[in-house]
């Protein structure tokens, strides 16, 4: 079935040291999301992918990065997390930038140590 | 600005009783509008979708959603809820034309109780 794929779905990692979630797709879509999802909150857009473009959102911290080496595979970096980006981390596409529909992966769960 | 008002953080229901989930949205035109589910610990599954044509539109698991123009609603039913159905739901909101980001109620967590 095609699906995203979400590695780890668990993650811990120490407070400042680096950590990389990944994303997977066998949909083909263009477009590709990373929301971070606090408990009971609603998922928050980090940035996106439409095909190679990367847009950023406004808000998200430089701690933040990301990278799509081809259409499948899509990486979110987290570069000195904090206590504060403990989080669900969901990744997301679209066939295209109207996001009519958006297909989930399970999520990664980050904890910061 | 655009928004998404979802007023119960929490509903309980019994076992099969009937079940409404309330989603107001605030925009000048008719958006697209969804409604994901999310159990715990998982991603967000799309339950349905409303692009235009018939306002009542019928989804995945039994749910349905029927869109109001005239009160900027897009409520979530289901006649018989099953304890299985206990997870949080999501309304979304994408306002129409070119790209445009997704804007996510805070969602509602849904307790079914035997």
């Known amino acids: 079935d095609a699906m995203v794929i979400q590695n780890p779905r668990y993650q811990v990692t120490q407070f400042g040291k680096p950590v990389t979630l990944s994303c997977s797709q066998t949909?083909?879509?263009?477009?590709m999301y990373w929301y971070q999802q606090k408990s009971s909150q609603a998922p928050k857009l980090l940035f996106h992918?439409?095909?190679?473009?990367?847009?950023n959102e406004a808000d998200t911290p430089d701690n933040f990065q990301s990278r799509r080496p081809n259409t499948s595979f899509c990486f979110l970096d987290i570069r000195s997390p904090g206590l504060g980006d403990a989080a669900m981390y969901l990744c997301?596409?679209?066939?295209?930038?109207?996001?009519?529909?958006?297909?989930f992966g399970p999520g990664t769960r980050l904890t910061v140590t | 600005a655009q928004s998404v008002t979802q007023p119960d953080i929490h509903i309980t229901v019994s076992e099969g009783a009937s079940l409404e989930l309330r989603c107001n949205y605030s925009?000048?035109?008719?958006?697209?509008l969804f409604w994901y589910v999310q159990s715990p610990g998982q991603g967000l599954q799309l339950l349905l979708k409303?692009?235009?044509?018939?306002?009542l539109v019928q989804g995945i698991k039994g749910f349905e959603a029927e869109f109001k123009r005239s009160q900027s609603s897009f409520n979530l039913r289901k006649p018989s809820v099953h304890w299985s159905d206990a997870a949080e739901y999501f309304c979304?909101?994408?306002?129409?034309?070119?790209?445009?980001?997704?804007?996510f109620g805070i969602g509602t967590k849904l307790q079914v109780i035997p």
């Open positions: 409303y692009f235009s044509g018939d306002t």
């Open positions: 979304a909101v994408v306002p129409s034309g070119g790209y445009q980001k997704v804007t």
């Open positions: 992918y439409y095909d190679k473009d990367f847009n």
């Open positions: 997301a596409t679209s066939r295209d930038r109207q996001a009519r529909e958006q297909y």
């Open positions: 925009y000048g035109a008719t958006p697209y």
């Open positions: 949909l083909n879509h263009n477009v």
